[in-house]
Protein backbone atom coordinates (compact mmCIF):
# COMPACT_ATOMS: atom_id res chain seq x y z
CA UNK A 1 0.00 0.00 0.00
CA UNK A 2 0.53 3.58 -0.39
CA UNK A 3 2.63 5.27 3.05
CA UNK A 4 4.15 8.82 3.65
CA UNK A 5 6.89 9.10 5.75
CA UNK A 6 7.79 12.44 7.25
CA UNK A 7 10.46 13.79 9.71
CA UNK A 8 9.55 13.91 13.44
CA UNK A 9 8.87 17.19 15.48
CA UNK A 10 8.56 19.73 17.01
CA UNK A 11 10.93 21.91 14.34
CA UNK A 12 12.20 24.92 16.54
CA UNK A 13 13.65 27.81 14.26
CA UNK A 14 14.75 31.08 15.19
CA UNK A 15 12.65 34.27 12.69
CA UNK A 16 15.03 33.92 9.41
CA UNK A 17 16.78 30.71 9.71
CA UNK A 18 16.69 27.67 6.72
CA UNK A 19 13.64 25.35 6.88
CA UNK A 20 13.95 21.61 5.70
CA UNK A 21 10.97 19.48 6.86
CA UNK A 22 11.67 15.89 5.22
CA UNK A 23 9.86 13.51 3.52
CA UNK A 24 9.52 10.27 1.62
CA UNK A 25 6.65 8.18 -0.05
CA UNK A 26 5.99 4.43 -0.99
CA UNK A 27 3.80 4.19 -3.64
CA UNK A 28 2.08 1.51 -5.91
CA UNK A 29 2.24 3.75 -9.08
CA UNK A 30 2.78 7.35 -9.97
CA UNK A 31 1.65 9.64 -7.56
CA UNK A 32 1.24 13.15 -7.03
CA UNK A 33 2.06 15.04 -3.76
CA UNK A 34 1.39 17.29 -1.91
CA UNK A 35 2.09 19.35 1.24
CA UNK A 36 -0.43 20.95 3.74
CA UNK A 37 -0.29 23.59 6.35
CA UNK A 38 -2.49 23.40 9.46
CA UNK A 39 -2.35 27.00 11.67
CA UNK A 40 -3.38 26.25 15.11
CA UNK A 41 -6.87 25.62 15.61
CA UNK A 42 -7.47 25.38 12.05
CA UNK A 43 -8.25 23.10 9.30
CA UNK A 44 -5.84 21.72 6.81
CA UNK A 45 -4.71 23.85 3.87
CA UNK A 46 -2.76 23.53 0.72
CA UNK A 47 0.57 24.68 0.80
CA UNK A 48 2.18 23.36 -2.72
CA UNK A 49 2.15 20.78 -5.22
CA UNK A 50 3.64 18.73 -7.36
CA UNK A 51 2.37 16.38 -10.04
CA UNK A 52 4.88 14.67 -11.46
CA UNK A 53 9.06 13.66 -11.53
CA UNK A 54 11.45 16.88 -11.03
CA UNK A 55 8.08 19.68 -11.04
CA UNK A 56 8.88 21.64 -8.31
CA UNK A 57 6.04 23.41 -6.27
CA UNK A 58 5.89 26.73 -4.49
CA UNK A 59 3.66 29.17 -2.40
CA UNK A 60 4.59 31.54 0.28
CA UNK A 61 7.97 31.13 -0.02
CA UNK A 62 8.06 27.20 0.33
CA UNK A 63 8.98 24.58 -2.10
CA UNK A 64 9.64 20.98 -2.85
CA UNK A 65 10.55 19.12 -5.56
CA UNK A 66 9.43 15.78 -6.49
CA UNK A 67 12.38 13.33 -6.88
CA UNK A 68 11.36 9.90 -8.41
CA UNK A 69 14.52 8.84 -8.15
CA UNK A 70 15.04 8.79 -4.52
CA UNK A 71 11.17 8.69 -3.43
CA UNK A 72 11.04 12.15 -2.01
CA UNK A 73 9.48 15.50 -1.47
CA UNK A 74 11.03 17.67 1.34
CA UNK A 75 10.18 20.97 1.83
CA UNK A 76 12.30 23.89 2.30
CA UNK A 77 12.15 27.61 2.35
CA UNK A 78 15.13 30.02 2.74
CA UNK A 79 14.12 32.13 5.93
CA UNK A 80 11.08 31.47 8.00
CA UNK A 81 8.82 33.75 9.65
CA UNK A 82 7.15 33.48 13.16
CA UNK A 83 3.86 33.13 11.06
CA UNK A 84 5.20 30.22 9.60
CA UNK A 85 4.23 28.01 13.19
CA UNK A 86 1.88 25.39 11.81
CA UNK A 87 1.74 21.73 11.40
CA UNK A 88 2.87 20.50 7.80
CA UNK A 89 1.83 17.26 6.40
CA UNK A 90 3.14 15.98 3.74
CA UNK A 91 0.79 13.70 1.27
CA UNK A 92 0.15 11.48 -1.84
CA UNK A 93 -2.66 10.61 -4.13
CA UNK A 94 -2.50 8.47 -6.82
CA UNK A 95 -5.41 6.30 -8.66
CA UNK A 96 -4.88 3.14 -6.57
CA UNK A 97 -8.43 0.98 -6.91
CA UNK A 98 -9.77 3.96 -8.19
CA UNK A 99 -9.91 5.66 -5.52
CA UNK A 100 -8.07 8.97 -4.94
CA UNK A 101 -8.30 9.08 -0.87
CA UNK A 102 -5.28 10.94 0.05
CA UNK A 103 -2.29 9.10 2.21
CA UNK A 104 -0.80 11.53 4.50
CA UNK A 105 2.23 11.45 7.37
CA UNK A 106 2.14 11.89 10.43
CA UNK A 107 2.89 16.12 10.43
CA UNK A 108 5.08 17.69 11.71
CA UNK A 109 5.09 20.72 13.83
CA UNK A 110 7.22 24.15 13.10
CA UNK A 111 7.90 26.70 16.04
CA UNK A 112 9.73 29.66 14.56
CA UNK A 113 10.77 32.05 17.60
CA UNK A 114 11.33 36.04 16.97
CA UNK B 1 -17.62 30.10 -0.87
CA UNK B 2 -18.70 28.51 2.02
CA UNK B 3 -15.70 25.30 1.14
CA UNK B 4 -16.38 22.07 3.69
CA UNK B 5 -18.36 23.31 6.30
CA UNK B 6 -19.01 20.92 10.00
CA UNK B 7 -21.09 21.38 12.69
CA UNK B 8 -20.70 21.83 15.85
CA UNK B 9 -17.01 23.13 15.88
CA UNK B 10 -17.25 22.12 19.88
CA UNK B 11 -18.74 19.28 21.43
CA UNK B 12 -18.97 17.29 24.99
CA UNK B 13 -20.77 14.26 25.28
CA UNK B 14 -21.35 11.37 28.00
CA UNK B 15 -20.09 7.99 27.67
CA UNK B 16 -22.50 6.05 25.92
CA UNK B 17 -24.44 8.87 24.39
CA UNK B 18 -24.95 9.10 20.45
CA UNK B 19 -24.20 12.18 18.36
CA UNK B 20 -23.73 13.43 14.62
CA UNK B 21 -21.02 15.31 13.50
CA UNK B 22 -22.47 17.38 10.26
CA UNK B 23 -20.47 17.83 6.74
CA UNK B 24 -21.21 19.75 4.16
CA UNK B 25 -19.51 20.69 0.63
CA UNK B 26 -20.84 23.41 -1.58
CA UNK B 27 -17.71 22.26 -4.97
CA UNK B 28 -19.88 19.33 -5.98
CA UNK B 29 -16.76 17.03 -5.22
CA UNK B 30 -17.67 13.56 -5.29
CA UNK B 31 -15.06 12.35 -2.94
CA UNK B 32 -15.64 12.55 0.68
CA UNK B 33 -14.08 11.72 3.81
CA UNK B 34 -13.70 11.86 7.08
CA UNK B 35 -10.53 11.61 9.71
CA UNK B 36 -9.54 11.76 13.04
CA UNK B 37 -6.76 13.76 14.36
CA UNK B 38 -4.92 12.43 17.96
CA UNK B 39 -1.16 13.96 19.25
CA UNK B 40 1.61 11.81 17.44
CA UNK B 41 -0.62 10.21 15.33
CA UNK B 42 -1.23 12.48 12.29
CA UNK B 43 -4.86 12.08 10.56
CA UNK B 44 -6.21 8.64 10.57
CA UNK B 45 -8.83 7.82 7.59
CA UNK B 46 -12.63 6.75 9.29
CA UNK B 47 -14.97 6.23 6.40
CA UNK B 48 -15.03 7.83 2.79
CA UNK B 49 -17.23 8.04 0.19
CA UNK B 50 -16.56 8.61 -3.77
CA UNK B 51 -20.14 9.44 -4.15
CA UNK B 52 -24.22 9.37 -3.58
CA UNK B 53 -25.02 5.68 -1.87
CA UNK B 54 -21.32 4.21 -1.42
CA UNK B 55 -19.51 4.81 1.47
CA UNK B 56 -16.20 2.50 2.47
CA UNK B 57 -14.17 2.10 5.67
CA UNK B 58 -10.85 3.93 6.12
CA UNK B 59 -8.24 2.96 8.66
CA UNK B 60 -10.26 3.15 12.14
CA UNK B 61 -14.35 2.86 11.37
CA UNK B 62 -15.42 0.82 14.69
CA UNK B 63 -17.86 2.81 16.80
CA UNK B 64 -18.96 4.91 13.83
CA UNK B 65 -21.23 4.51 11.02
CA UNK B 66 -21.97 7.13 7.91
CA UNK B 67 -24.28 7.74 5.07
CA UNK B 68 -24.35 10.06 1.94
CA UNK B 69 -28.01 10.55 0.30
CA UNK B 70 -26.39 13.58 -1.77
CA UNK B 71 -23.27 14.63 -2.71
CA UNK B 72 -22.84 17.84 -0.49
CA UNK B 73 -23.61 16.16 2.69
CA UNK B 74 -21.59 13.25 4.86
CA UNK B 75 -22.76 13.01 7.97
CA UNK B 76 -20.19 10.66 10.94
CA UNK B 77 -22.10 9.20 13.82
CA UNK B 78 -20.85 8.19 16.86
CA UNK B 79 -23.14 5.00 18.25
CA UNK B 80 -22.07 5.29 21.53
CA UNK B 81 -19.32 7.70 22.82
CA UNK B 82 -16.13 6.44 23.98
CA UNK B 83 -13.47 8.30 25.56
CA UNK B 84 -11.20 7.09 23.37
CA UNK B 85 -13.16 8.65 20.75
CA UNK B 86 -11.73 11.94 22.18
CA UNK B 87 -10.58 13.92 19.19
CA UNK B 88 -10.03 16.66 16.10
CA UNK B 89 -12.37 15.19 13.42
CA UNK B 90 -11.41 16.45 9.90
CA UNK B 91 -14.17 15.95 7.04
CA UNK B 92 -12.08 16.56 3.34
CA UNK B 93 -13.94 16.86 0.18
CA UNK B 94 -12.19 16.55 -3.17
CA UNK B 95 -12.90 16.18 -6.95
CA UNK B 96 -10.56 14.22 -9.54
CA UNK B 97 -12.60 14.37 -12.85
CA UNK B 98 -9.18 15.92 -13.82
CA UNK B 99 -6.98 13.61 -12.45
CA UNK B 100 -5.54 12.74 -9.06
CA UNK B 101 -3.71 16.21 -8.80
CA UNK B 102 -6.14 18.08 -7.61
CA UNK B 103 -5.77 18.53 -3.52
CA UNK B 104 -8.44 18.17 -1.14
CA UNK B 105 -10.55 20.79 0.73
CA UNK B 106 -10.92 20.21 4.70
CA UNK B 107 -13.70 21.72 7.17
CA UNK B 108 -12.53 23.87 10.29
CA UNK B 109 -12.79 20.67 12.72
CA UNK B 110 -15.04 19.42 15.10
CA UNK B 111 -13.15 19.37 19.00
CA UNK B 112 -15.00 16.52 20.50
CA UNK B 113 -14.63 15.35 24.19
CA UNK B 114 -16.35 12.42 26.11
CA UNK B 115 -16.11 12.13 29.57
Known amino acids: GNSVTQMEGPVTLSEEAFLTINCTYT??????LFWYVQYPGEGLQLLLK?????DKGSNKGFEATYRKETTSFHLEKGSVQVSDSAVYFCALTESTGGSYIPTFGRGTSLIVHP | NAGVTQTPKFQVLKTGQSMTLQCAQDMNHEYMSWYRQDPGMGLRLIHYSVGAGITDQGEVPNGYNVSRSTTEDFPLRLLSAAPSQTSVYFC??????????????FGQGTRLTVV
Open chain 2, 92 to 105: ASSSYSRGWGTEAF
Open chain 1, 50 to 54: ATKAD
Open chain 1, 27 to 32: ATGYPS
